[in-house]
């Protein structure tokens, strides 16, 4: 199933947000990710845009869609919104370095190309 116009503008966001969290912690340890809150505030924010754009993507394409974990893409953003005392830096870590990568391939496959005027 081809995305609409609209799921197709929130699986760009997924992919992008998806993009960041791993760029923001190529090249770092673990070690490193934990003492730089910029890079954990960046990650955080990602992982968050992530689940905010999963959250509008339309109930059709996500059912049609199962092989992207959605409701635990939604979850981790409900987490990191209304329950942000109780994150835990090695599961986001772990969505930025194991999850984000495999979320990007996944999405690569359904978003259609941009037209060539946006790219």
């Known amino acids: 199933m081809q995305p609409e116009k609209r799921d197709a503008g929130y699986l760009w ?3 992008e947000a998806a993009r960041n969290a791993l760029e923001f912690t190529t090249g770092a340890t673990y070690h490193q990710y934990l003492q730089d809150k910029k890079i954990r505030l960046a990650v955080e924010r990602a992982v968050e ?3 905010e754009a999963a959250t509008k993507v339309s109930k059709k394409f ?4 199962p092989e992207i974990a959605w409701q635990m893409i939604i ?3 409900h987490v990191i919104v ?3 005392g109780e994150l835990e830096d090695e599961l986001i870590w772990k969505v930025a370095t194991v999850s984000a990568p495999e979320l990007i391939s996944k999405l690569e496959k359904l978003i259609p190309p941009l037209p060539p005027e946006i790219e």
């Open 13 to 15: 966001d997924m992919l």
């Open 49 to 51: 845009i992530i689940g």
């Open 62 to 65: 996500r059912d049609a869609h």
């Open 75 to 77: 979850n981790q953003r």
């Open 82 to 84: 209304h329950e942000y």
